[in-house]
């Protein structure tokens, strides 16, 4: 009988492990053998660990590398504040109301990024955009934004946050409506007003929420790719460039699939360390 559990078990799991193995982990170990080869579509020769140290030495890899981390110090806490104070504000609403902008905030993170990039670059052309036409009614004249590094990685940014907060708002919503009325009560006959009640029993109450929203978002942003890719193309002179991007072009423009590979495993040990401090700082907050 327990044999029979087992392989009925692994039936119906099967599937999903025959596509996590062929699509996710032998990617991975394969990968990070390539790394240690100097490989393109011909051949490959075995260098060590080469393709690792003469990354830092490059000036390329080191921007990118910085403007990813410009990327997450500004999405991460500005899809946690904003979906926070949007989740917070509906919860006062009808469950009508409720559940019509669960569905509008919801909607741009089941669309694809590739139409949504292409809308907002739309909106931002500089010839005939819908900024430029209400910059030029105000009169500050047309506004390229695109033009300077500070203000393509601020608008693509504000792109990436529109798309982002629509889970973390689903999230939120739930961790709320978890949180015991009986609370809520206590803090009422004791006098608290509403943002003291926020404070003190709700944001404490959603920290969990808040630790996996954080930790997927970061993520999330460490592998920004499509905005970029359709919108800047990396520039002005790499200024918004991200590892992701960086590693797309190596391999597929310059054709160095080992060196790529070497940037793959990078990225995936910088998003690993960061995720697990991030998780231990914000846990060790809430214990």
Known sequence: ?????????????????????????????????????????????FVGLDNYSSLFGEELFRKSFVNTFYFVLIIVPCVVIISLVIAAFMQGFHKISKSFFRLVFYLPVVSTPVVLSLVWGWMYNPSFGIIKYFSELLGFGAVDVFSGQLSAILALSGIVVTWMVGQPIILYLSGMEGVSKELYEA???????????????????????????VITSTISV???FVVVHLLTGGGPYHGTESLVYTIYQTAFVSLEFGKASAQSVILFI????????QFRFMKSKTD
């Open 187 to 213: 803090a009422e006959i004791d006098g608290a007003g509403p943002l003291r009640t926020f404070f003190s029993i709700t944001l404490p109450m959603i920290s969990h929420t808040t630790i996996l929203i």
């Open 222 to 224: 460490f592998q920004i």
């Open 1 to 45: 009988m327990k044999l029979r559990q087992w392989l009925w078990s692994y039936f119906f799991i099967g599937p999903n492990l025959l596509f996590l193995s062929v699509f996710l982990v032998f990617p991975l170990f394969y990968t990070m053998y390539l790394s240690f080869f100097e490989a393109d579509i011909y051949s490959s020769t």
């Open 270 to 277: 910088i998003i690993l360390i960061i995720s697990l401090l």
